[in-house]
């Protein structure tokens, strides 16, 4: 036996070999590949039956199999190695299996198994370019880089890639002879550095033991020199004592000073550690790296950082930063209720403007937060440039920030913005980001980080930006925290339902009390301080939210303009007759020195003059407060105040808020959306209030019907609209059903219609999928059937892979155009997903359809009734396949419904029978044979019946030739040629009612020992029984002309089976080479751009109508020809019988004749003598002649036994072969009927698809003559 492994198609016409050029295509027909793809398999090989070592345990071992050209492969799980004999070792992946048959009178099958590619030369992809390339962004057409060189031919791409080194972790994982030179070091170093920031207290004078003092490290010796240059250290020597005489702050400022000096020195103390490692490692660093060294010191720096981040810079810095970081923290979570229309940002484009600079603010918002979890001031500094470059949307943002989402807002990669929108920007993130210890990570950033340049440049940049907001959020953000508790407590009240709020808010004028309006207008927040204004034994000074820093400690000796200033805010105070708030008390002029490097915001000491930015400029137009700009604000999430009310189901405050149509019109109403895209009648169809949906609705028609459907198809940042959710109001679907946009996908590619069949749990689900089935089918305004394919997903699951109910799907499989047999991404059928999941009612259904392809098999070869993970389902779905069998004449159906691999190295094939017992209702029965008891069951009936015909079973192909991966292409076939077997014996004159037979089918445990003695029991009775019933025939002239007759007949009926059997095989073959030729054809005219996509969906669904089920109708017949062909193999051998016996005879006939002759010869010895040895001699050759007499009578009544026994069943044989080919006939054309209706049905799905889908709405008098329809048709 062989095995032939064949490379898939497409590799063999898309590749070539690297070395000698030539196409697979070429090389695939000489001897030399032929001969090294064809497996040389002796008989008996493959894994033993019952032996000692398991499937399981073979499937782990590698096997050595040798070629028809003398080469040796090895096939170990799922791959096969090339081996000796092989120029090159190839490994190639065994993919699947099948039988494949040739041209040829003779039925015989080859096993094929397919691998990923050749097992000869090495496989080079050929990459041909389109004609007509892509146009670039300026519609220019891309021109193909050529990889030849005219003057010096191919070009050398075979450069080996260099390593990519990230970080000094990454350098040290990859050089480790560099991390073992430089271990040493560097452990001392951090421990040092350690030791000097943790050093313990010395023992005391009493102690017993005083160890002497360690040598100073270059930690400690800076530590020294910082102290002995600082303020401190000077005031100590020049008063002459030791007493401590500086203030917290200073001692603070010492203390940076300290740790700045010591991380500089440790950085230095790395560098030189890493410049004394072998200079061959470095070398060889250089060649295979493109690291440079100011590359190497700044990863150096940046690790040296990350070690003593957590444990000893980074919380001594809060600590020296702690006041002023609680400080402004507590200002930030009073401005977190701010609206981005509030700082002063100029928003063009209205609403859609708005909303893109709020999407923008929020990828920066996450971005800034990663600062929480930095390790090192370097990634900080990574982190500012990141958010910055975010707002600003420079070409360099990560894709992770916006390409992952294909419906998103298109920006431009670049956007220009001046200095002061940039601060606003940042201040918004700031504020909404709320992260904790920006002043110590300011400090961090700007004083930690040596090797770059933070002064200037970009990181400069970024850094003064950051310092100008926190500066205008200490100094300056009053008038930001007034509209923030303005705009939290509108939010509060229209969540809340609280409408006299609402209105004292909306409509002042209208207030009971005027006076409490202007009451809260003039309201201020409370000084934001600490107990007596200490925090951590470090003075805090009083901060007024109504007043400025610069009004509670004027500067007008320092700043004249400021004068102007506080004369224009003057004109803004209460009237008179109002009660003031308390004034400050007041300040003495303060003498400011001007210090150029002064940045500081954190004192009340002025600082340089700066260019005009946000915290330069008075409050302008931000903190607005006014009534039209509080009914613009939104939270975080983007949600406006209706936002709010839908969201927290106040139909009340939505009423009253729609009602003030001078800030909410119509159009303004239907252009709210949070940031994620939702709009108010989404969000209420999510949370399903009627009285919220009831009200939007009216509001919704005041506008036209094109605006109300393009308000319904609006998307949501995953990609859906409010059909995407009417689940939770499926009672709206008689009502909206025909605006809603049933045909469109979100990310997900989950049709509205697609989100009601998955809602499983949903407590009126069947009548809520029939709604949205019969709204569906009216809205696509053909008058047509439901177009199922129209509700795909992204993996491919079609409605019937997800609906649950067996009636809706049913009423999808009758009342609607759907391909049931349309597989998922894991080419998975509806009815593999049914099994799996144990929905009998839905395995029921589907078997009930014709069109199912039953024995569809998945990417691992699978089966639906192998996919089941439960024994019940199984059950139940080999007694739907018991059924779906043709019953005999008594009504009784017996068929092999399934097969399955053993670990014993042998298969079980599952038998049933099923006989009916009452008007509705069958006993089945269900026995587990293996293929030794098949062939013991035939050899057992041949012992019994030796005249009569049987098909010969011995001989199959074995699945486990290769152990590691059997076949279940032969599994299958196995099945097949048994079943027909049973079937044939069922259906035989003599076997159909042998008890053999019957116990074989009936009795689930069989005794073959039993068996075998009562068969030849049988036997036996049988001889006797010819000795006693029959006479022998005398002439055989009669016999031996029927049996040549019969002969010449059968072999005329043999050759023309065969020939139909060939062209059958050939007619299923070019189907199954048509269909792999379209998927070539169609995969390589996917490139081509000038095809519109259209077009192209239109082919792939073509060539889906091109792929035949497993079972095609072709495919059965040549199945049912080849068990009739069996037959006629049973018979003619079943007639060479009675001439093997007239053979017999007539050779004993002319033994009886030489005897007989002999006996009457005339002896040439004399008379009287040697009489007793004449006498003997005669008696012995009459008992010879005697004895053969009874030979021949036993022929004879052997002969005619056969004679009589061949002629009855050929009779019976002729007669059931023509039931059968009619049957067969009759299958071939219902089944033709069947695959031809959905090969149109899915031309028609492929006309459709050129044309696109239609967009129109239907009319509302059309729409309700589908509804009508489909409600009729239920």
């Not at 090989?45 to 590698?62: C, F, I, L, W, Y």
């Not at 009660?579 to 008390?585: Q, W």
């Amino acid at each position: 036996m062989t095995i032939l492994l064949v490379p898939t198609t497409e590799v063999l016409l898309t590749s070539r070999d690297r070395e000698s050029g030539a196409l697979f295509s070429d090389l695939a027909q000489t001897e030399d590949f032929l001969g090294s793809h064809v497996l040389r398999i002796p008989n008996g090989n493959g894994a033993t039956p019952g032996g000692k070592e398991s499937m399981r345990e073979h499937r782990g071992k590698a096997k050595q199999y040798t070629t028809i050209n003398g080469r040796t492969v090895i096939i170990k799980d799922a791959f096969v190695y090339a081996n000796k004999g092989f120029k090159t070792l190839n490994q190639a992946q065994l993919l699947y299996d099948s039988l494949w048959y040739p041209d040829s009178l003779e039925p015989r099958s080859w096993l094929v198994y397919y691998i990923s590619k050749p097992l000869i030369g090495t496989v080079e992809d050929l990459k041909d370019e389109n004609a007509i390339s892509k146009p670039d962004s300026n519609g220019i057409p891309r021109t193909v880089p050529s990889t030849m060189d005219p003057q010096s031919g191919p070009v050398n791409t075979a450069v080996p890639r260099k390593r990519d080194i990230k970080s000094f972790n990454d350098l040290l994982g990859n050089f480790p002879m560099i991390a073992r030179q430089m271990q040493p070091g560097l452990e001392r170093l951090f421990k040092e550095f350690n030791h000097v920031f943790d050093k313990p207290l010395p023992p005391p004078p009493s102690a017993n033991h005083i160890p002497d003092p360690d040598p100073d490290g270059p930690i400690l010796t800076a530590v020294k020199n910082v102290r002995s240059g600082s303020v401190a250290h000077g005031l100590q020597q020049e008063n002459g004592h030791l007493e401590r005489v500086l203030t917290g702050s200073s001692f603070l400022d010492d203390e940076e000073q300290i740790m700045r000096g010591a991380l500089e020195t440790a950085v230095t103390a790395a560098i030189d550690i890493f410049q004394m490692v072998d200079k061959q490692q470095l070398s060889l660093l250089g060649a295979t790296t493109d690291l440079t060294g100011p590359i190497v010191e700044r990863l150096i720096e940046r690790y040296v950082a990350e070690q003593l981040h957590g444990e000893i810079l980074y919380p001594r810095i809060c600590a020296i930063k702690r006041p002023e970081d609680l400080e402004l923290e507590s200002k930030i979570k009073q401005m977190e209720f701010i609206d981005i229309s509030q700082v002063g940002i100029p928003i063009q484009g209205g609403n859609a403007g708005k909303h893109e600079l709020t999407l923008r603010l929020g990828r920066a918002v996450e971005e800034f937060r990663k600062l929480g979890v930095a390790g090192s001031p370097q990634q900080m500094m990574d982190i500012l440039l990141l958010t910055l470059r975010t707002v600003t949307q420079f070409s360099d943002v990560p894709n992770g920030t916006s390409s992952d989402n294909p419906n998103s807002e298109k920006v431009s990669p670049i956007l220009t913005i001046n200095a002061d929108t940039l601060v606003s920007l940042l201040l918004v993130v700031v504020i909404r980001s709320q992260v904790r210890n920006l002043q110590a990570r300011l400090l961090y950033m700007r004083h930690f980080i040596y090797i770059d340049d933070v002064e200037n440049g970009e990181m400069g940049y970024a850094l003064s930006t950051l310092e100008a907001v926190l500066l205008y959020l200490q100094r300056d953000s009053g008038s930001l925290r007034k509209a923030s508790r303005r705009n939290k407590k509108l939010w509060q009240s229209a969540s809340n339902g609280d409408l006299h709020e609402l209105q004292k808010i909306m409509e002042p004028e209208r207030c009971e009390s005027p006076g409490e309006y202007e009451a809260d207008q003039q309201d201020t927040l409370e000084p934001w301080n600490f107990a007596n204004g200490i925090r951590n034994g470090v003075p805090q000074l009083p901060t007024f939210q109504s007043r400025r820093l610069s009004q509670i400690s004027p500067l007008a000796h320092v700043f004249p303009f400021q004068i102007q200033e506080n004369n224009e805010n003057n004109k803004n105070t209460p009237p008179k007759n109002e009660e003031l708030p308390p004034a400050p008390p007041p300040r003495r002029p303060k003498m400011v020195t001007m210090d150029m490097r002064s940045m500081s915001s954190s004192s009340e000491i002025s600082f340089r003059s700066r260019a005009t930015t946000i915290d330069s400029m008075g409050s302008g137009i931000e903190g607005d407060t006014s009534i039209e700009r509080l009914s613009q604000t939104e939270d975080l999430l983007g949600e406006s105040v209706l936002m709010m009310a839908v969201n927290n189901t106040r139909p009340e405050s939505l009423r009253y808020l729609l009602s003030l149509e001078e800030y909410y019109s119509v159009l303004a109403v239907l252009a709210d959306a949070n940031n994620e895209g939702t709009t108010l009648f989404s969000a209420a169809v999510q949370l399903g209030n009627k009285d919220i949906i009831d009200i939007l609705l009216e509001t919704m028609s005041r506008v036209d019907e094109p605006t109300r459907t393009s308000y319904l198809a609006r998307q949501d940042i995953r990609g859906r609209s409010a059909g995407h959710y009417l689940f939770n109001t499926h009672w709206l679907i008689p009502h909206i059903g025909r605006l809603i946009p049933w045909r469109q996908k979100d990310k997900n590619g989950q049709t509205p219609l697609f989100a009601l069949c998955r809602s499983y749990d949903h407590n009126e689900y069947s009548e809520m999928v029939e709604s949205g089935l019969i709204a569906a089918t009216a809205a696509q305004g053909d008058g047509l059937a439901l177009h199922v394919d129209d509700h795909v997903d992204s993996k491919g699951n079609t409605l019937l892979h997800i609906v649950n109910g067996p009636h809706i799907a049913l009423r999808i499989l009758l009342r609607s155009d759907a391909n049931v047999n349309a597989t998922n991404e894991k080419k998975f059928t509806p009815l593999m997903v049914a099994s799996k999941y144990g929905r009998l009612e839905m395995v029921r259904v589907l078997f009930g359809d014709p069109r199912v392809d039953i024995y569809a098999r998945e990417l691992r070869g699978l089966t639906a009734v192998e996919l089941a993970k439960d024994d019940e389902v199984r059950n139940r779905i080999d007694d739907l396949v018991l059924f779906s069998g043709q019953p005999g004449e008594d009504g009784r159906i017996t068929t092999v419904v399934r097969s399955f691999f053993v670990e014993d190295a042998t298969i079980r094939l599952v038998l049933k029978s099923g006989a009916p017992s009452h008007d509705t209702s069958f006993t089945v029965t269900t026995c587990r044979r293996s293929l030794a008891d098949f062939e013991h069951l035939a050899k057992l009936l041949a012992i019994e019946n030796p005249a009569s015909w049987l098909p010969i079973i011995s001989g199959m192909r074995s699945p486990f030739q290769i152990p590691s991966k059997p076949s279940r292409a032969v599994l299958r076939d196995i099945q097949i040629r048994l079943d027909g077997f049973l079937k044939i014996l069922l259906s035989h004159s003599t076997f159909s009612t042998h008890e053999m037979l019957w116990e074989f089918f009936l009795v689930p445990d069989i005794q073959a020992d039993m068996m075998e003695k009562r068969s030849k029991l049988k036997a036996e009775a049988r001889v006797d029984r010819l000795k006693e019933e029959y006479e022998p025939i005398q002439d055989v002239k009669d016999v031996e002309q029927f049996v040549d007759h019969a002969r010449d007949m059968v072999r005329s009926v043999n050759y023309a089976t065969k020939s139909v059997v060939r062209r059958t095989n050939a007619l299923r073959t070019a189907m199954l080479d048509l269909a792999d030729a379209g998927q070539i054809a169609s995969k390589n005219l996917q490139p081509l751009v000038f095809i519109p996509s259209t077009h192209k969906l239109a082919l792939e669904a073509y060539l889906d109508t091109l792929t035949p089920p497993t079972i095609h109708p072709i495919s059965a017949l040549h199945s049912t020809l080849t068990s009739l062909h069996s037959t006629l193999i049973a018979i003619l051998l079943s007639l060479s019988r009675p001439t093997s016996l007239i053979s017999s005879i007539t050779a004993s006939s002319r033994s009886l004749q030489r005897n007989y002759a002999s006996l009457s010869r005339s002896t040439r010895w004399p008379l009287g003598l040697l009489d007793d040895t004449r006498q003997r001699l005669d008696r012995e050759k009459q008992d010879v002649i005697r004895r053969e007499e009874g030979e021949r009578d036993g022929l004879g009544r052997e002969l005619r036994y056969t004679q009589q026994v061949v002629a009855g069943e050929l009779a019976g044989w002729q007669e059931w072969r023509a039931k059968t080919l009619r049957r067969a006939v009759r299958e071939l054309v219902e089944g033709m009927v069947v695959v031809e209706r959905e090969r149109l049905k899915g031309m028609m799905r492929a006309v459709r698809k050129v044309g696109g889908e239609g967009g129109e709405v239907v009319s509302e008098e059309a729409y309700e003559k589908v509804v009508e329809r489909e409600r009729d048709a239920r």
